[in-house]
């Protein structure tokens, strides 16, 4: 028997969900959890395989990803498969980055969902960054890390080098380097190109500094 902890904020769809896992024989749906809290109070009275996890609690914090770290962390620790609306490379690797072995859009077919659950509690579900790629045809040289993910967005967000050092609290040549990483992975000559690109692909979005609100990529600065 497969035991399984859904955590989403919405009630009807962990209530739909869990008629939904009910329907295998070899799954049970031990408990359900809308947040980071619950999923600690629920895994501290049961042992769980998997862990169904929604990226967006509804929240800026802590969001499915410090659910995911939190989970993996625990002795025995659930296998996690985020399930989320959004179809993101960045969420994939940020989801990979926590200890995430799978990742689904909630869109996915149930015969999808029931196959993932099984292959993790195997153990045989793999890295979900390296099948996103070999699904998109990405090498994965070419993968930006998450820290260089962390970067590109603050460069897309009109950062300078010096700002984005500041932030992140790292060297001006850290950042620098980070950004070169970028520029040869995603096959830019300068930040722009590089920011392009990533918001083509959907790694990143671009929003103006301190407001959050869309910037278009001609403000963007240049290099130091």
Do not use: C, W
Not at 51 to 68: E, H, M, Q, Y
Request: avoid cysteine.
């Amino acid at each position: 028997m497969i035991r399984i902890l859904l955590v989403d904020d919405h009630p009807v769809l962990r209530h739909g969900m869990r008629a939904l896992l009910g329907t295998q024989p070899d799954f049970a749906v031990g408990a359900d959890a809308g947040s980071l809290s619950e999923a600690l109070r629920a895994a501290a009275t049961h042992d769980f395989d998997v862990a169904l996890v929604d990226l967006d609690l509804g929240t800026a914090a802590p969001s499915g990803i410090d659910v995911t770290r939190a989970l993996r962390q625990l002795t025995p620790a659930p296998q996690v498969i985020v399930f989320t609306a959004f179809d993101s490379d960045a969420d994939v690797v940020r989801a990979a980055d926590a200890g995430a072995v799978g990742y689904l859009v909630k869109d996915s077919r149930p015969d999808t969902v029931f196959q993932a659950i099984r292959a993790a509690a195997a153990g045989s579900l793999g890295d979900p960054l390296t099948a996103r790629q070999q699904r998109s045809g990405t090498h994965p040289d070419e993968a930006l890390t998450a820290r260089e993910l962390e970067v590109l967005e603050l460069v897309a967000a009109g950062l300078s080098n010096r700002e984005v050092a500041r932030q992140l609290v790292v060297s001006e040549a850290t950042v620098k380097t980070h950004l070169h990483h970028t520029f040869v992975k995603l096959r830019a000559e300068n930040r722009q190109a590089a920011v392009a690109t990533a918001v083509h692909r959907g790694l990143v979005r671009i929003t103006r500094a301190g407001s959050g609100n869309p910037s278009d990529s001609s403000e963007v600065q240049p290099i130091d």
